[in-house]
C-alpha cells in the first residue's frame, strides 16, 4: 500500500490524510466542482475532480470514484465516514477493482446493514436487544408497534444518522409516523424499509469502539457517550461515559467484542448501545466504519484510530492486546455546525471569511478561510475536542475553546454547545438521547449587548482615509439590522460621533457609550468599553459586518441609507387625458367602483393606444367622456371619489 | 535635508505660560461651538416630529465611513448682522470639504435648525467661497438646501451680490464640475435656482418646495389658490416640470440617492492615495500649543512649528545666513514636497528679496506654497526705506500674486500692515487660507495705531498752538487701542471670511497635507469642459 485515496470531503478527508501522510503515504483527494479549492484538497498530494456539486454525483457515485482511484494511481482506499463508507457494493467494487478496502468486509457491513436482520443476528447470538419486529406493510408495522407497546421508535432498516427516525408516544400518531418515516427513508438510503422498536426513555446513548484484524484478535477503547443529540444527531460526544464504573464497561466492551465476532468484523468499528438507568444495555446498531466522534477515544486512549485501520488494512495485527489498553483522563467533543439552533436548527450555508481556532486543544476542522459552506453537503464545520485529567477540566477546557473559536460568515451553533456544557444537568452528568428536548428551551440565546451595537457601529465608522481631519462636530445616525442567530433581526437605532482622539461616542436610547479601537492583526480587534478592554473578532463582507465575541456571533449592517420602496402615490382622483386623441373604449361607468391601477379609459393617438389607469380605488363620478369623443391633453376624462376608509381595496 | 534642532523646552515656565493662552483661545472656540451646537439641538424636537433629519446629520451621512471632512468658515458671521451672541454663527449653513464614495466633495448645507437656514451677508460671502474651492481644486459640489432664503433685514447687501451664487453654478457646470443638489424643504424664489442650475436634483417627498412664489404670493398677485405641492412639491417636479430627477421618500433616502448618483462619477475625481512610507515629525504635534508667545510682543522662531508639521521635521533651508527675519525652506508635508515661507520679524528689504526669489524657484518646478504667517509687516525706518523697502517689498508681492503653483496660507501669529499681503493674505486669494486662534490681524497693532494717533493728535494740536490735555490724549489712545485689538482676533477675521477657519495648531499638519494633497489632485485633473454648463431642456 503507497498511495491512498480518501473517498470523502471535509474534516474526516483531512484527517484521515494527515495520518497516512505521516506514515508516509501518498495521499489522493477527490472532491465536487464546488469543493475544488476545499482544505482537504490543498492538502492531498494529489486530486481528482468529479464533475457535479451533488453528492449523488460525486462523493456516492461510485464508478467514478473508481475512476479516480485508477487515473490517479491509488492502491488503496479510504471511505471515512457517511456518503459510501457503509456500502458494502462500494467496499466490493473496490477489492474488485485489486484496491486495498481500508474498512470492514462486505459482509461484515451487510451483516450490519440492514437493522432488522442485524438486530435478529444479535439476538440470536445472545446480546441483549430491546423488543422489536420488522414488518413489509404499514399495517403490519402499526401491528407491531401495538403489541410491542408505545412508546416506539421507528426506524430506517437500512439507515442511520438519524434520517427516517421517528419517536411514537401515542398510538394514534403511528401511521402518520411510519409514512413520514418511510418517505425520508427512500430519499435518505433509496429503501423505504423500516422496523419498530421499543423506545427506552430516559435512556443514554452509549457505545464501545472495537477493533478487530483479519486474524481473530478483537478489543475495545472504551466507551463513548454520545446522549447530547439534536434530531436524532450528536453534538456533545465524550469519553468515558460519566457514572459509568468499571464493570458496566467491562460488560459492554465483552459485549462489543462478542457483537464483532460475530460476524467476523474487521477494522475499526462501533457498537452502539441504549443504557438505561437501571444500568441495562441494549443492542442498538453497529456503525461499520470510523466514527465522527472517534477524537475522543484517540484522546484517553493516546492512540491514533485511523494508523490501527491502516495496520489492519495491511494485514497487520492489532498494536495492543485487551490489558495493554487503558483510558486516562477524559474527552469532549463538540461538533461545530452551520446551523442556527435557535431557529429549530436550520442548516446554514455561506462564505467563512474569518476562522480561527484555538491552538491548546485539538480541532479537526473541516474549512479554512475563506472558503464557502455549501449548502450540498452536511454542514459540519468542525470538531473541537478539549482533554483533561477529568470530565471537569476537559469540560472547562472545551467552553474555554469554543468561546475563543471565529467562524464567521455564517450563523453557526458555537454559543449553543457553550450553553450545553454549561447547564447544570450537563455538568452533573446527567444526559440521555432527550438532553435537547428536555433542556433546549433552558439554553438562553445569546444576548445582543449595547456595548456589541456600540462596537459595530464603530467598525462601520472606521475611517478608511487617515488624511481627514475626524469631524467631531457632526453626529450620524444610524440604523443597525443586527442578527445573533436567534430570534428575530432587529433593528436598532443610535448615533455616533467622532471624539477628535481616535474613539467613539455611540448614543443608544438615552446611554452613551464610549469606545476605542485598537486593531490587533487581521480579523481582531481590541476595544475599550467601559474601562474594560476586550477583544471581538471582526469580517466584512461588502456591507455586512459579522463580530463574534466570547458569548455571541453577530450579524450586523447600517440600513440607513438602504434604496427605499417608493411610497405609492395615491393619485388625487382627476383622470385627465395625458395626450390630444380619441376615446376608443370606456371600461367604467358613472358610479363604478375601481380598484388602483384598474383601466378605466382607452384613447388612441398618434397610431397607438394608451391605456388610462385608476389613480386610486373609490367610486367613478363626473363621467364626462363617451366612446368616440375627441379629448384634449389634460382634459378631466372623470374623477375618482376616494373610497372609504377601511373600503374594499385592502 | 537635514532635521530641524528644537529649542523649544517643554517644560518651561514660558512653555507653560504659552499653552495656558492657547487652552484659553481653544476654550473659547470650543465653548462657542458648543453653544451653536446646543441651539442646533433645540430644534431637533421640530425635526422628530417632520421626520427630518438635523442638518448636521445629514452632512454626516453624506460623507465617508468616519466622516472625513474638513469643515469650512464655520464661524462665519459669528456676532455679525443678525447673530447677537455667538450661538448662530456659521452664515446659515455648514460647508466643507469631504469624501464621498472615495471623492473629495465640496458640500454646502443649510443650516436649517438654525433661523430656518436664512442666508445673511456672511453666509453668502461663505458660499461664494466655498463655490470658489470647488471651482479652483476641481471639486464636485453636493448642495443640501433647506432655507427660508435671504434675510430680508439685509437684502441690500445680499440681493446684487447674490447672482453670483447662480453665475459660479452656471460656471462649475460648464467646466465640467457636477453638482448634485438635494431638496430637503424650501428652496424658494432665489432659492429656487439653486436646485435649478444643479446638474442632478433630489426632491424630498411631502417636503421639497421649490417655486418662485408661495400660496400667499400667489394669492396676492394674481389671486390663484394653489398649495405647496402643486406650486413646486417633490413629486410635482419629478413628473410634470422635470426640474427634479428623483423623489426621495425621507432626508436619509435622499442622502442614499446623492451617494449611490455621486458614484457614477467618483472614479473621475477620485483622490490619489497618500503615498506610503511618509514620515511623522520628530516632534510631536502637542508642542505646537506651546511656541507662540503669550505676549504677541514676544518673538518666535517660525522653524518650531515647521519642525513640528512636515516630514521628518526635515528642512532644506534656503539662504539661511541671508536675512533671519524671513524663512525661506523646502520640506515635505503628508509626501507632498513644498516651499515654506515664514516670519521671525518684520520683512526686510533683503527678507523680501529672498522670499520673491524662492517663490520663483517653487514655480519654476511647480511646487506648492505654505506661507506662516507670523510678521509685524514690512520694515519702516530710514534705513530701510533707503534699501528698497518698498520697491523690494512690491516685488515680493508681485511674485506671490502671479505665482503658478497652489498657495496656502496660515496665520500662526501677527498679520500686520502689508505682511499680511506679502505673506499671501486672503486678498492674494491664497487656495486655502487657516488662522490659529492666537493669530492677530490688522493694518497695525492697537498699540502702534494708539501711539500714531497720539503723535498725530499732538502734532495737530501743536499747529494750532495748543496744549493737549494729557487726559484726553490718554482717552484716544485707549478707544484707538481697544478697537483696533478687538477687531484684530482671528474670531474677528473668521467671521468676515478673512480665513477658511480657526484650526487646532495640532491639526496643522493634517490640514496642510490635506489641502496640498486636494490642490495638487485639482492641478492635475482634466475637465470635460463645455461651453454653456449643462441645462435641463
Redesign the interface.
Same mark, same amino acid.
Given at each position: 500500500m503507497k498511495s491512498i485515496l480518501v473517498a470523502n470531503r471535509g474534516e474526516i478527508a483531512l484527517r484521515v490524510m494527515r495520518t497516512a501522510r505521516r506514515l508516509g503515504y501518498q495521499t489522493v483527494a477527490v472532491c465536487s466542482e464546488p469543493d475544488r479549492d476545499a482544505p482537504h484538497v490543498r492538502f492531498a498530494d494529489r486530486f481528482v475532480v468529479l464533475a457535479g456539486a451533488t453528492a449523488a454525483e460525486t462523493y456516492l457515485d461510485v464508478e467514478r470514484l473508481l475512476d479516480a482511484a485508477r487515473s490517479s494511481g491509488a492502491d488503496a482506499v479510504h471511505p471515512g465516514y457517511g456518503f459510501l463508507s457503509e456500502n458494502a457494493a462500494f467496499a466490493s467494487a473496490c477489492l474488485e477493482a485489486g484496491l486495498i478496502w481500508i474498512g470492514p468486509p462486505p459482509a461484515a457491513i451487510e451483516a450490519m446493514g440492514d437493522k432488522s436482520r442485524a438486530r435478529a443476528a444479535m439476538a440470536a447470538a445472545g446480546i441483549p436487544c430491546l423488543p422489536g419486529a420488522s414488518a413489509d406493510s404499514s399495517e403490519a408495522l402499526i401491528a407491531e408497534a401495538e403489541r410491542i407497546g408505545c412508546p416506539v421508535m421507528i426506524k430506517a432498516a437500512a439507515g442511520g444518522g438519524g434520517k427516517g427516525m421517528r419517536l411514537v408516544s401515542d398510538p394514534a400518531e403511528l401511521a402518520d409516523a411510519i409514512v413520514s418515516a418511510a418517505r425520508e427513508a427512500r430519499s435518505s438510503f433509496g429503501d423505504g424499509a423500516l422496523i419498530v422498536e421499543k423506545a427506552l426513555e430516559p435512556a443514554r446513548h452509549v457505545e464501545i469502539q472495537i477493533f478487530a484484524d483479519a486474524h481473530g484478535n478483537v478489543c475495545h477503547l472504551g466507551e463513548r457517550d454520545c446522549s447530547v443529540q439534536r434530531r436524532h444527531q450528536k453534538i456533545i460526544e465524550e469519553s468515558p461515559a460519566p457514572g459509568i464504573d468499571q464493570s458496566l464497561r467491562q460488560a459492554m466492551g465483552e459485549a462489543a467484542v462478542e457483537v464483532a465476532r460475530t460476524i467476523d468484523y474487521v477494522g475499526a468499528g462501533t457498537v452502539e448501545f441504549l443504557l438505561g438507568d437501571d444500568d441495562r444495555f441494549y443492542f442498538l446498531e453497529m456503525n461499520t466504519r470510523l466514527q465522527v466522534e472517534h477524537p475522543v477515544t484517540e484522546l484517553v486512549t493516546g492512540l491514533d484510530l485511523v494508523a490501527w485501520q491502516l495496520t489492519i488494512a495491511e494485514g497487520g495485527k492489532l498494536p495492543l492486546t485487551q490489558d495493554q489498553i487503558s483510558l486516562s483522563g477524559h474527552a469532549i467533543e463538540a461538533r461545530l455546525y452551520a446551523e442556527a439552533p435557535w431557529r429549530g436548527f436550520l442548516p446554514q450555508s455561506g462564505e467563512i471569511l474569518c476562522w480561527q481556532v484555538p491552538d491548546d486543544v485539538r480541532v479537526d476542522a473541516g474549512i479554512d478561510q475563506p472558503c464557502r459552506v455549501s449548502p450540498h453537503y452536511d454542514p459540519l464545520l468542525a470538531k473541537i475536542i478539549a482533554h483533561g485529567p477529568d470530565r471537569e477540566s476537559a469540560r472547562r477546557s472545551l467552553i474555554r475553546a469554543l468561546a475563543r473559536t471565529v467562524a464567521l460568515g455564517t450563523v453557526t451553533n458555537r454559543c449553543y454547545l457553550i450553553g450545553v456544557l454549561e447547564h447544570p444537568e450537563f455538568v452533573a452528568g446527567r444526559v440521555s438521547t432527550d438532553f435537547i428536548e428536555r433542556h433546549g428551551e433552558e439554553l438562553a440565546p445569546p444576548v445582543l449587548k449595547p456595548r456589541h451595537l456600540a462596537l459595530a457601529a464603530a467598525l462601520?465608522?472606521?475611517?478608511?482615509?487617515?488624511?481627514?481631519?475626524?469631524?467631531e462636530?457632526?453626529?450620524?445616525?444610524m440604523?443597525l439590522a443586527a442578527d445573533c442567530g436567534a430570534g428575530e433581526p432587529g433593528e436598532h437605532s443610535l =448615533?455616533l460621533r467622532?471624539t477628535g482622539d481616535g474613539g467613539c461616542q455611540v448614543q443608544i436610547d438615552d446611554a452613551e457609550y464610549r469606545i476605542d479601537l485598537e486593531p490587533v492583526a487581521a480579523g481582531s480587534v481590541r476595544y475599550r468599553h467601559d474601562g474594560v478592554w476586550h477583544r471581538a473578532c471582526v469580517a466584512r463582507k461588502a456591507d455586512q459586518l459579522w463580530l463574534a465575541d466570547e458569548q455571541l456571533d453577530l450579524a450586523i449592517s447600517d440600513i440607513?441609507?438602504?434604496?427605499?420602496? +417608493?411610497?405609492a402615490?395615491a393619485g388625487d382622483g382627476q383622470v385627465l387625458a395625458p395626450i390630444d386623441g380619441r376615446v376608443i373604449a370606456l371600461a367604467c361607468a358613472e358610479g363604478d367602483q375601481v380598484t388602483a391601477g384598474q383601466v378605466l379609459v382607452t384613447i388612441e393617438a398618434m397610431k397607438m393606444e394608451t391605456a388610462i389607469r385608476a389613480d386610486r380605488a373609490g367610486k367613478v363620478v363626473g363621467l364626462g367622456v363617451a366612446e368616440g369623443d375627441q379629448v384634449k391633453s389634460r382634459q378631466c376624462l372623470l374623477r375618482i371619489e376616494a373610497a372609504e376608509s377601511g373600503s374594499e381595496d385592502d | 535635508m537635514t532635521v530641524i534642532e528644537s529649542r523649544i523646552a517643554p517644560g518651561s515656565p514660558e512653555f507653560a505660560a504659552n499653552r495656558a493662552a492657547m487652552d484659553k483661545h481653544l476654550a473659547e472656540l470650543a465653548d462657542i461651538?458648543a453653544r451653536i +451646537?446646543e441651539r442646533e439641538q433645540a430644534a431637533r424636537e421640530k425635526f422628530d416630529r417632520r421626520g427630518q433629519?438635523?442638518p448636521?446629520?445629514r452632512?454626516?451621512?453624506l460623507?465617508?465611513?468616519? +466622516?472625513?471632512?474638513?469643515?469650512l468658515c464655520?464661524l462665519a458671521g459669528y456676532r455679525l448682522h443678525d447673530d447677537r451672541d455667538g450661538s448662530t454663527a456659521g452664515g446659515g449653513s455648514i460647508a466643507?470639504i469631504?469624501?464621498v464614495a472615495g471623492m473629495a466633495v465640496v458640500v454646502s448645507a443649510s443650516n436649517s435648525a438654525i433661523k430656518g437656514g436664512t442666508v445673511s451677508p456672511s453666509g453668502l460671502q461663505k458660499g461664494l467661497r466655498v463655490q470658489r474651492i470647488a471651482l479652483e481644486n476641481r471639486l464636485p459640489m453636493i448642495n443640501l438646501i433647506e432655507s427660508g432664503g435671504a434675510n430680508l433685514n439685509y437684502q441690500s447687501e445680499l440681493f446684487v451680490e447674490g447672482a453670483r451664487t447662480f453665475a459660479n453654478q452656471a460656471r462649475l457646470s460648464a467646466a465640467g464640475i457636477p453638482q448634485i443638489t438635494v431638496v430637503h424643504g424650501n428652496a424658494t424664489a432665489g432659492g429656487a435656482y439653486i436646485p435649478g442650475l444643479s446638474d442632478y436634483v433630489i426632491m424630498v417627498?411631502n417636503r421639497a418646495r421649490v417655486y418662485l412664489a408661495g400660496p400667499p404670493l400667489v394669492k396676492a398677485a394674481i389671486g390663484e389658490d394653489a398649495d405647496d405641492e402643486t406650486l413646486g412639491g417633490a413629486?410635482m417636479h419629478a413628473s410634470i416640470t422635470g426640474t427634479a430627477e428623483w423623489?426621495?421618500?425621507?432626508d436619509?433616502?435622499s442622502?442614499?440617492?446623492a451617494?449611490?448618483i455621486a458614484k457614477t462619477f467618483a472614479g473621475r475625481f477620485e483622490?490619489p492615495a497618500?503615498p506610503s512610507g511618509v514620515a511623522e515629525p520628530v516632534y510631536p504635534a502637542e508642542e505646537l500649543l506651546g511656541i507662540m508667545p503669550a505676549d504677541p510682543r514676544q518673538p518666535a522662531d517660525c522653524r518650531e512649528i515647521i519642525a513640528r508639521i512636515v516630514d521628518g521635521s526635515e528642512f532644506l533651508e534656503f539662504k539661511a545666513g541671508y536675512d533671519d527675519k524671513t524663512i525661506c525652506g523646502e520640506a515635505a508635508i503628508?509626501g507632498q514636497r513644498c516651499g515654506v515661507l515664514g516670519n521671525n520679524g518684520p520683512i526686510t528689504a533683503d527678507g523680501a528679496t529672498k522670499a520673491a526669489q524662492f517663490i520663483q524657484l517653487c514655480c519654476q518646478v511647480g511646487k506648492p506654497l505654505i506661507y506662516l504667517q507670523n510678521t509685524t509687516g514690512y520694515m519702516v525706518g530710514t534705513e530701510a526705506e533707503q534699501a528698497g523697502i518698498v520697491k523690494h517689498g512690491s516685488k515680493m508681492i508681485q511674485a506671490v500674486a502671479n505665482a503658478t503653483v497652489p498657495q496656502i496660507t496660515v496665520l500662526v501669529g501677527g498679520s500686520f500692515g502689508a505682511g499680511n499681503y506679502g505673506m499671501c493674505g486672503r486678498g492674494l486669494d491664497p487656495r486655502f487660507i487657516f488662522a490659529w486662534p492666537n493669530s492677530r490681524i490688522g493694518v497695525m497693532g492697537g498699540e502702534q495705531a494708539a501711539r500714531v494717533m497720539a503723535i498725530i493728535t499732538e502734532a495737530k494740536h501743536a499747529r494750532a498752538g495748543q496744549e493737549v490735555n494729557p487726559q484726553m490724549l490718554e482717552m484716544i489712545q485707549q478707544q484707538v487701542r481697544e478697537k483696533i485689538d478687538s477687531e484684530s482676533t482671528a474670531l474677528f477675521a473668521t467671521a468676515r471670511l478673512w480665513d477658511d477657519g480657526i484650526i487646532d495648531p495640532r491639526?496643522t499638519r493634517?490640514?496642510l =497635507?490635506?489641502c496640498l =494633497?486636494l490642490c495638487v489632485a485639482g492641478d492635475r485633473r482634466t475637465l470635460q469642459s463645455n461651453t454653456f454648463g449643462v441645462a435641463r431642456l
Amino acid at each position: 500500500m503507497k498511495s491512498i485515496l480518501v473517498a470523502n470531503r471535509g474534516e474526516i478527508a483531512l484527517r484521515v490524510m494527515r495520518t497516512a501522510r505521516r506514515l508516509g503515504y501518498q495521499t489522493v483527494a477527490v472532491c465536487s466542482e464546488p469543493d475544488r479549492d476545499a482544505p482537504h484538497v490543498r492538502f492531498a498530494d494529489r486530486f481528482v475532480v468529479l464533475a457535479g456539486a451533488t453528492a449523488a454525483e460525486t462523493y456516492l457515485d461510485v464508478e467514478r470514484l473508481l475512476d479516480a482511484a485508477r487515473s490517479s494511481g491509488a492502491d488503496a482506499v479510504h471511505p471515512g465516514y457517511g456518503f459510501l463508507s457503509e456500502n458494502a457494493a462500494f467496499a466490493s467494487a473496490c477489492l474488485e477493482a485489486g484496491l486495498i478496502w481500508i474498512g470492514p468486509p462486505p459482509a461484515a457491513i451487510e451483516a450490519m446493514g440492514d437493522k432488522s436482520r442485524a438486530r435478529a443476528a444479535m439476538a440470536a447470538a445472545g446480546i441483549p436487544c430491546l423488543p422489536g419486529a420488522s414488518a413489509d406493510s404499514s399495517e403490519a408495522l402499526i401491528a407491531e408497534a401495538e403489541r410491542i407497546g408505545c412508546p416506539v421508535m421507528i426506524k430506517a432498516a437500512a439507515g442511520g444518522g438519524g434520517k427516517g427516525m421517528r419517536l411514537v408516544s401515542d398510538p394514534a400518531e403511528l401511521a402518520d409516523a411510519i409514512v413520514s418515516a418511510a418517505r425520508e427513508a427512500r430519499s435518505s438510503f433509496g429503501d423505504g424499509a423500516l422496523i419498530v422498536e421499543k423506545a427506552l426513555e430516559p435512556a443514554r446513548h452509549v457505545e464501545i469502539q472495537i477493533f478487530a484484524d483479519a486474524h481473530g484478535n478483537v478489543c475495545h477503547l472504551g466507551e463513548r457517550d454520545c446522549s447530547v443529540q439534536r434530531r436524532h444527531q450528536k453534538i456533545i460526544e465524550e469519553s468515558p461515559a460519566p457514572g459509568i464504573d468499571q464493570s458496566l464497561r467491562q460488560a459492554m466492551g465483552e459485549a462489543a467484542v462478542e457483537v464483532a465476532r460475530t460476524i467476523d468484523y474487521v477494522g475499526a468499528g462501533t457498537v452502539e448501545f441504549l443504557l438505561g438507568d437501571d444500568d441495562r444495555f441494549y443492542f442498538l446498531e453497529m456503525n461499520t466504519r470510523l466514527q465522527v466522534e472517534h477524537p475522543v477515544t484517540e484522546l484517553v486512549t493516546g492512540l491514533d484510530l485511523v494508523a490501527w485501520q491502516l495496520t489492519i488494512a495491511e494485514g497487520g495485527k492489532l498494536p495492543l492486546t485487551q490489558d495493554q489498553i487503558s483510558l486516562s483522563g477524559h474527552a469532549i467533543e463538540a461538533r461545530l455546525y452551520a446551523e442556527a439552533p435557535w431557529r429549530g436548527f436550520l442548516p446554514q450555508s455561506g462564505e467563512i471569511l474569518c476562522w480561527q481556532v484555538p491552538d491548546d486543544v485539538r480541532v479537526d476542522a473541516g474549512i479554512d478561510q475563506p472558503c464557502r459552506v455549501s449548502p450540498h453537503y452536511d454542514p459540519l464545520l468542525a470538531k473541537i475536542i478539549a482533554h483533561g485529567p477529568d470530565r471537569e477540566s476537559a469540560r472547562r477546557s472545551l467552553i474555554r475553546a469554543l468561546a475563543r473559536t471565529v467562524a464567521l460568515g455564517t450563523v453557526t451553533n458555537r454559543c449553543y454547545l457553550i450553553g450545553v456544557l454549561e447547564h447544570p444537568e450537563f455538568v452533573a452528568g446527567r444526559v440521555s438521547t432527550d438532553f435537547i428536548e428536555r433542556h433546549g428551551e433552558e439554553l438562553a440565546p445569546p444576548v445582543l449587548k449595547p456595548r456589541h451595537l456600540a462596537l459595530a457601529a464603530a467598525l462601520l465608522e472606521q475611517p478608511a482615509d487617515k488624511r481627514w481631519p475626524e469631524a467631531e462636530r457632526l453626529t450620524r445616525p444610524m440604523r443597525l439590522a443586527a442578527d445573533c442567530g436567534a430570534g428575530e433581526p432587529g433593528e436598532h437605532s443610535l =448615533s455616533l460621533r467622532r471624539t477628535g482622539d481616535g474613539g467613539c461616542q455611540v448614543q443608544i436610547d438615552d446611554a452613551e457609550y464610549r469606545i476605542d479601537l485598537e486593531p490587533v492583526a487581521a480579523g481582531s480587534v481590541r476595544y475599550r468599553h467601559d474601562g474594560v478592554w476586550h477583544r471581538a473578532c471582526v469580517a466584512r463582507k461588502a456591507d455586512q459586518l459579522w463580530l463574534a465575541d466570547e458569548q455571541l456571533d453577530l450579524a450586523i449592517s447600517d440600513i440607513m441609507l438602504a434604496p427605499r420602496q +417608493a411610497a405609492a402615490e395615491a393619485g388625487d382622483g382627476q383622470v385627465l387625458a395625458p395626450i390630444d386623441g380619441r376615446v376608443i373604449a370606456l371600461a367604467c361607468a358613472e358610479g363604478d367602483q375601481v380598484t388602483a391601477g384598474q383601466v378605466l379609459v382607452t384613447i388612441e393617438a398618434m397610431k397607438m393606444e394608451t391605456a388610462i389607469r385608476a389613480d386610486r380605488a373609490g367610486k367613478v363620478v363626473g363621467l364626462g367622456v363617451a366612446e368616440g369623443d375627441q379629448v384634449k391633453s389634460r382634459q378631466c376624462l372623470l374623477r375618482i371619489e376616494a373610497a372609504e376608509s377601511g373600503s374594499e381595496d385592502d | 535635508m537635514t532635521v530641524i534642532e528644537s529649542r523649544i523646552a517643554p517644560g518651561s515656565p514660558e512653555f507653560a505660560a504659552n499653552r495656558a493662552a492657547m487652552d484659553k483661545h481653544l476654550a473659547e472656540l470650543a465653548d462657542i461651538h458648543a453653544r451653536i +451646537a446646543e441651539r442646533e439641538q433645540a430644534a431637533r424636537e421640530k425635526f422628530d416630529r417632520r421626520g427630518q433629519l438635523l442638518p448636521r446629520e445629514r452632512v454626516a451621512l453624506l460623507l465617508d465611513p468616519g +466622516a472625513p471632512f474638513l469643515e469650512l468658515c464655520p464661524l462665519a458671521g459669528y456676532r455679525l448682522h443678525d447673530d447677537r451672541d455667538g450661538s448662530t454663527a456659521g452664515g446659515g449653513s455648514i460647508a466643507g470639504i469631504g469624501l464621498v464614495a472615495g471623492m473629495a466633495v465640496v458640500v454646502s448645507a443649510s443650516n436649517s435648525a438654525i433661523k430656518g437656514g436664512t442666508v445673511s451677508p456672511s453666509g453668502l460671502q461663505k458660499g461664494l467661497r466655498v463655490q470658489r474651492i470647488a471651482l479652483e481644486n476641481r471639486l464636485p459640489m453636493i448642495n443640501l438646501i433647506e432655507s427660508g432664503g435671504a434675510n430680508l433685514n439685509y437684502q441690500s447687501e445680499l440681493f446684487v451680490e447674490g447672482a453670483r451664487t447662480f453665475a459660479n453654478q452656471a460656471r462649475l457646470s460648464a467646466a465640467g464640475i457636477p453638482q448634485i443638489t438635494v431638496v430637503h424643504g424650501n428652496a424658494t424664489a432665489g432659492g429656487a435656482y439653486i436646485p435649478g442650475l444643479s446638474d442632478y436634483v433630489i426632491m424630498v417627498r411631502n417636503r421639497a418646495r421649490v417655486y418662485l412664489a408661495g400660496p400667499p404670493l400667489v394669492k396676492a398677485a394674481i389671486g390663484e389658490d394653489a398649495d405647496d405641492e402643486t406650486l413646486g412639491g417633490a413629486s410635482m417636479h419629478a413628473s410634470i416640470t422635470g426640474t427634479a430627477e428623483w423623489i426621495a421618500e425621507d432626508d436619509a433616502d435622499s442622502i442614499g440617492q446623492a451617494r449611490r448618483i455621486a458614484k457614477t462619477f467618483a472614479g473621475r475625481f477620485e483622490l490619489p492615495a497618500r503615498p506610503s512610507g511618509v514620515a511623522e515629525p520628530v516632534y510631536p504635534a502637542e508642542e505646537l500649543l506651546g511656541i507662540m508667545p503669550a505676549d504677541p510682543r514676544q518673538p518666535a522662531d517660525c522653524r518650531e512649528i515647521i519642525a513640528r508639521i512636515v516630514d521628518g521635521s526635515e528642512f532644506l533651508e534656503f539662504k539661511a545666513g541671508y536675512d533671519d527675519k524671513t524663512i525661506c525652506g523646502e520640506a515635505a508635508i503628508g509626501g507632498q514636497r513644498c516651499g515654506v515661507l515664514g516670519n521671525n520679524g518684520p520683512i526686510t528689504a533683503d527678507g523680501a528679496t529672498k522670499a520673491a526669489q524662492f517663490i520663483q524657484l517653487c514655480c519654476q518646478v511647480g511646487k506648492p506654497l505654505i506661507y506662516l504667517q507670523n510678521t509685524t509687516g514690512y520694515m519702516v525706518g530710514t534705513e530701510a526705506e533707503q534699501a528698497g523697502i518698498v520697491k523690494h517689498g512690491s516685488k515680493m508681492i508681485q511674485a506671490v500674486a502671479n505665482a503658478t503653483v497652489p498657495q496656502i496660507t496660515v496665520l500662526v501669529g501677527g498679520s500686520f500692515g502689508a505682511g499680511n499681503y506679502g505673506m499671501c493674505g486672503r486678498g492674494l486669494d491664497p487656495r486655502f487660507i487657516f488662522a490659529w486662534p492666537n493669530s492677530r490681524i490688522g493694518v497695525m497693532g492697537g498699540e502702534q495705531a494708539a501711539r500714531v494717533m497720539a503723535i498725530i493728535t499732538e502734532a495737530k494740536h501743536a499747529r494750532a498752538g495748543q496744549e493737549v490735555n494729557p487726559q484726553m490724549l490718554e482717552m484716544i489712545q485707549q478707544q484707538v487701542r481697544e478697537k483696533i485689538d478687538s477687531e484684530s482676533t482671528a474670531l474677528f477675521a473668521t467671521a468676515r471670511l478673512w480665513d477658511d477657519g480657526i484650526i487646532d495648531p495640532r491639526d496643522t499638519r493634517q490640514i496642510l =497635507s490635506l489641502c496640498l =494633497s486636494l490642490c495638487v489632485a485639482g492641478d492635475r485633473r482634466t475637465l470635460q469642459s463645455n461651453t454653456f454648463g449643462v441645462a435641463r431642456l
